[in-house]
């Protein structure tokens, strides 16, 4: 079993809508999450970064983490097209230098 | 504009051939490393370096080699490569490699295929 699991859709939804995008883990040690967004044909791009329980809010973004049941989320609000990209999940645990875990990626197409 | 660059964007490469993908920061940033990014499989880490003159194995280093001479660059070899070595190859870089609160910063990419 995958340290960090990522459902890789792929989802689609039309303008406007509210995104939910999520992640869960298995091991409790990860305190570190990020959020990226990769285009097609690009490299993943730092979108949101939390280190504690609850929510993180940018904009339109907003991060959730919630540490208890181990699923951390990203919600989009009046979604664009162009959210259209690959979101990838990112944690990382205390005092572990380089050892980043990345989600495989979920899919994510805003229909105008 | 600070940030990663990556050479070449992309390469077609026979079989058995060396190759050495570039990566250049202006970030001064400590640590960098390199991903492959297959599709199911998500980033998987090969090298890293967490500062210049020191490097590490990650999650999947055969058949690959980095160097790190300086703070800024950090190429990755193929020193004989193969097909299952097709995958679009990232280079990423961070503040200082070890901080619990490093976040890293992607470079765009180099597409490798090899025949």
């Known amino acids: 079993q995958k340290e960090v699991e990522q459902d890789p859709g792929p989802l689609s939804v039309p303008e406007g809508a509210i995104v939910s995008l999520n992640c869960t883990y298995s091991n409790s040690a990860f305190q570190y999450f990020m959020w990226y967004r990769q285009y097609s044909r690009k490299g993943p791009e730092l979108l949101m970064y939390?280190?504690?329980?609850g929510n993180k809010e940018d904009g339109r973004f907003t991060a959730q983490v919630d540490k208890s049941s181990k699923y951390i989320s990203l919600f989009i609000r009046d979604s664009q097209p162009s959210d259209s990209a690959t979101y990838l999940c990112?944690?990382?645990?205390?005092?572990?230098?380089?050892?980043?875990?990345f989600g495989t990626g979920t899919s994510l197409t805003v229909i105008p | 504009i600070a940030g990663i660059t990556q050479a070449p964007t992309s390469q077609i490469l026979a079989a058995g051939r060396r190759m050495t993908l570039r990566c250049t920061q202006d970030m001064r940033h400590n640590a960098m490393y390199w991903y492959r990014q297959d599709l199911g499989l998500g980033l998987r880490l090969i090298h890293y370096?967490?500062?210049?003159?020191?490097?590490g194995k990650g999650e999947v280093p055969d058949g690959y080699s980095v160097s790190r001479a300086n703070t800024d660059d950090f190429p990755l070899t193929l020193a004989s490569a193969v097909p299952s070595q097709t995958s679009v190859y990232f280079c990423?870089?961070?503040?200082?490699?070890?901080?619990?609160?490093?976040?890293?910063?992607f470079g765009p990419g180099t597409r490798l295929t090899v025949l």
């Open positions: 370096s967490n500062t210049a003159g020191t490097t």
């Open positions: 990423a870089s961070s503040l200082s490699g070890t901080g619990s609160t490093d976040t890293q910063y």
């Open positions: 990112a944690m990382r645990k205390p005092n572990t230098g380089n050892q980043f875990y």
């Open positions: 939390t280190y504690s329980s």
